[in-house]
């Protein structure tokens, strides 16, 4: 089993920026899709960045030229640089991972607070 810990969220006032990060236990195998989702209220779950198989990106549109995900294999640890934030940006964001390596996985981390306000 695998665990993810994110760190690095806090309170930012609008226009900050932040760079929450993501840590697995261990190297992680057969990876499909590594990234960061978040749930405002009232919300449904939304990818916000993350890497796909074959080290390409995807982000969602609402945080296009603002976000920026990147990842330290030697540590086993996945960025998301967050800039230009907006209230808007408000959640908790998790972690996550998942793939094939003789069985399907999906590991989540426990999750980061991430308030943008004056």
């Known amino acids: 089993q695998v665990q993810l810990v994110e760190s690095g969220g806090g309170l930012v006032q609008p226009g900050g920026s932040l760079r929450p990060s993501c840590a697995a236990s261990?190297?992680?195998?057969?990876?499909?899709?590594m990234g960061w989702y978040r749930r405002a209220p009232g919300l449904q779950r939304e990818l916000v960045a993350a890497f796909t198989n074959g080290g390409s990106t995807n982000y969602a549109d609402s945080v296009k030229g603002r976000f920026n995900i990147s990842r330290d294999d030697a540590k086993n640890t996945v960025y998301l640089q967050m800039n230009s934030l907006k209230p808007e940006d408000t959640t908790v964001y998790y972690c996550q991972a998942e793939g094939s390596w003789y069985r399907p996985y999906e590991y989540w981390g426990q999750g980061t607070q991430v308030t943008v306000s004056s």
């Open positions: 261990r190297i992680i195998f057969g990876v499909n899709v």
